[in-house]
């Protein structure tokens, strides 16, 4: 009995060592995978979370999920119209991409409702489910294993459906597959509805651009016109600066120039209703009014909300002594600058009260004129504040600015615009600063004239221009 049971025993223990091997080998390979599925999932977000773009952001989506979760993998993006756009990674690393008509998505019930936010996590279904979808996905694939169905979304707003193909020579997607699909979703969804987001705020600030940028200058006898562009926020391209000049049909021209209270997009879209209101009022009146501009543009102003502005309007016309002559009203903003023949600054005294402050504002008015090569500047406080110098504190400033005026005499007007935004530029050395608006008119010089020219420099202005006669 003693030998019965200890041959019994010692098979018991010596069973023991490989049950437990067996054991520690399951726990390690446990260990493994559960290294490998975090490896990837940080991986995933690493390189989903590293653009913006949203193209970009789809094709490392689709990428990433071949060869761990799938042989195939198709996005399709959220419904818009009748149709709605998809991309396909396939094998051999074959991308292809297209739109599929409504229609066919809402003939798979699944796919419909993860699009449309109704279907919370995922779903296995066959390929065969999926025959209106033939012509997305890939060919040897329409008859594999099996499909995961899987809602890519953030803060419960739908961003599109990953749908990742298995062929038939590879095994069912498993609990531990399906769980891993489910954390990759939702990174997924997370860095494409925020790829997607920008991509909106992006066209947005296009549009808004293209409509607040200023027009180019227009060709008008006997005036030289230049101007340069700085907004504050060079990334947005948009500015609470603005100006216009328009030809006169009589001769000459009118022309506005103002800044909004305050920087960004809200001043820029203030910018745009004064500049539109400006526009629509030279179309209704049949000759330049600048004060009655100003008393109908302070009423506008006034009914669209607590921001003012300031402006400067008026009209030139060119004289038949080759001079030309310039009448502004001015609502509160900086002084025009006259730069005579003999290299004078001079300051055009026109004062009036802010344009939308109060209800029945004063309004200064006057005349001037510019001899043959004399010059008028037109500028935003942008360039007198911006902060730059040894120290970085120090700002521009009025006398600084007169001075480099007056270094200017007998270059042509956009060679002015151009030199004293270059430098302002120099000046601020990168430091942030508030937008910068430059508007020079210049009345030609006499034909045969050899007026003193200053050294114009380089370029580099981020828009300048010219327009006028030679």
Known sequence: ?????????????????ARLSELLGLVEAALVDERDRSAFLEETTRRLGASLHHGRTVRALLEMVIPKLADAS??????????????????????????????????????ADALYGLQPRLAVIRPQEMAALDDVLPDELV???EALVVQLAAGGVPAGVLIMLRGPDRASFEDADIELAHQFAVRAGLALATAALYSQQAHTIAVLQASMAPEPLPVADGLRLGAAYRPAAEALRISGDFYHVAPCPAGGVRFFFGDVSGKGAEAAVLAGHVRQSMRTLAMVKRGPDPLGDLQLLNDLVISAGHRFTTLVTGSARPCDDGSVKVEIASGGHLPPLALRGDGRVEE????????????DPSFGCTEFRLEPGELMLLYSDGLTEAH????GREIYGDERLVDSLAGCVGMQAASVAERLELLTTEWLAGRPHDDISILTLQAPPRRGSAPHRQSEGPGGSARTGEAGSP
Do not use: F, N, Y
């Open 143 to 145: 008859h594999g294993e």
């Open 348 to 359: 055009i005294v026109c004062e009036g009260m802010l344009v939308g402050a109060v209800p």
């Open 1 to 17: 009995m003693t030998d019965d049971g200890g041959g019994g025993g010692g098979g018991a223990w010596g069973r023991a060592p």
């Open 388 to 391: 730059g110098g040894m120290s």
């Open 74 to 111: 198709v996005v399709v993006l959220p419904v818009s119209g009748r149709r709605t756009q998809w991309h396909r990674a396939g094998p051999g690393d074959a991308r292809s991409a297209g739109e599929v008509a409504v229609e066919a998505l809402e003939r798979i019930p699944k796919v």
